[in-house]
């Protein structure tokens, strides 16, 4: 039985964040795109980037470029099959279910990266880096990832009030920033400073902490009851369910602006978020692996102030301008990024900024698409539309990051987000005023 307000519920949705943020952190952004750069190119002696091909099923990419499509892939899975999933979930009452299973599919599967490893006979004569299917374990960690999150997100509207789901949402995010940033520190403790340990275990890591503190989120998490008797044609009715769903959004003019409005501003903080450290990497000359890592970790630590700093400012100045303020920031950072980024030390002032939105933008984009919610049981299969957004946004994002980075080079790519962040603040101001008014007035 779901019930507002408990606070023992809440602080299993909320650990939740605090065990699946280690792979946007360690498997996303931090461990795994470092080892993949480092076996996957050629530097020079200034540590500039001379040699960056690799070879998958007899075509030739550069290694960021592949690494985006793979990703791009992973994206439009989750996109064709959540809708689906999530109406038989709500249909048949199995939300935590579906949580759970792919929750663990993405444990294990980061675990798995463990055993990746391109074969050194790339490195001679910058002959092309064989990748094969090693990288695998990373499309199907991001599917477990990203699809666990829609029944987690779903279940947001049921455990809090309106009037705390900014709060609460904010609380999440900031666990998760405070969790994973802890896991990667005892990592770098244990494979860099001491090296009691390879590299390589940081991945079984993340997928034991994973594990462990989901269990705990489960233990806490209700079962949600079923919104249909008959258990029969489950698949047909999921179908259904998805469909009238997108029937009543379409008559919602405020939800279904501000659901295009997300594509696209989320299309752009999502691709950073994914390719970040391959931009620093290719473009940020001398920049080391412990640079990286720091960069890293003052987005994290950063990002917990800034998930509780735009749910404070939404409170005074309401979520659509907060939204829209936190995309003009992000314009400005995508511009100093192309034009000034050039050393370490201006790398380190631009994870600053993107640290202080972050998680700002994250955690206030889940609770206002909660707020504009009607009232229903179907909760499952409205959050489903919110991931699809969001994963054809991320497929379609890091398409284009790739694809621009094969015609010209990665530093255009990073300029080209800003039309993405353009466009969604656009629609946001556009998304019509009196029925925001009369929501909010409602509520």
Not at 293 to 304: K, P, T
Request: hydrophobic content about 50%.
């Amino acid at each position: 039985m779901l019930q507002k307000g408990n606070k023992r519920t809440i602080t299993g949705w909320v650990f939740y964040d605090w065990a699946n943020s280690v792979y946007p952190l360690i498997i996303s952004s931090a461990i795994f795109p470092i080892l993949y750069e480092t076996q996957t190119s050629v530097k020079n002696e200034a540590g500039r980037t001379v040699y960056d091909t690799v070879s998958f099923l007899g075509r030739e990419f550069h290694n960021t470029e592949f690494y985006a499509y793979v990703i791009c892939l992973s994206y439009i899975i989750v996109a064709l099959i959540t809708p689906l999933l999530s109406g038989i979930a709500d249909a048949g009452g199995k939300r935590k279910l579906f949580m759970q299973f792919f929750c663990y599919m993405g444990a294990i599967s980061s675990g798995l990266l463990y055993f990746f490893q391109t074969p050194p006979s790339g490195e001679l004569g910058h002959s092309p880096f064989l990748i094969n299917w090693s990288m695998l374990p990373l499309f199907f960690g991001s599917i477990g990832f990203w699809a666990s999150l829609v029944y987690y997100n779903a279940y947001l509207p049921d455990i809090a009030e309106v009037k705390d789901h900014d709060r609460v949402s904010a609380r999440g995010f900031s666990m998760g920033y405070l969790g994973s940033s802890f896991l990667l520190i005892v990592i770098l403790i244990l494979t860099v400073f001491t090296k009691v340990i390879p590299i390589r275990w940081a991945f079984p890591l993340v997928s034991l902490w994973w594990i462990a503190f989901a269990t705990f989120s489960f233990s806490r998490l209700p079962k949600t009851s079923a919104t249909q008797k008959d258990s029969k044609n489950l698949i047909r009715k999921g179908y259904s369910e998805v469909y009238g769903v997108w029937k009543q959004i379409r008559q919602n003019k405020t939800l279904k602006g501000y659901l295009g409005s997300y594509f696209m501003f989320n299309m752009a903080v999502q691709t950073i978020m994914v390719m970040a450290v391959a931009f620093a990497n290719k473009e940020v000359i001398g920049i080391k692996q412990q640079d990286l890592i720091i960069s890293i970790l003052i987005i994290q630590f950063i990002g917990i102030g800034g998930a509780y700093l735009m749910s404070f400012v939404s409170k005074k100045i309401g979520n659509f301008k907060a939204l829209g303020g936190a995309i003009v920031i992000w314009i400005a950072l995508c511009i100093y990024v192309y034009q000034f980024v050039w050393y370490p030390w201006q790398f380190f002032i631009a994870a600053a900024g993107v640290g202080l939105v972050m998680g700002g933008i994250q955690s206030l984009s889940r609770s206002t698409y909660s707020k504009l919610l009607p009232e229903t049981k179907d909760l499952t299969s409205y959050f489903s539309f919110y991931d699809l957004a969001e994963k054809l946004g991320l497929a379609l994002g890091t398409l284009t990051f790739g694809l621009i980075e094969g015609l010209l080079d990665i530093r255009t790519s990073i300029l080209a987000l800003v039309v993405f962040f353009a466009v969604g603040f656009i629609l946001l101001i556009r998304i019509p005023k009196p029925e925001q008014q009369a929501h909010e007035t409602s509520h």
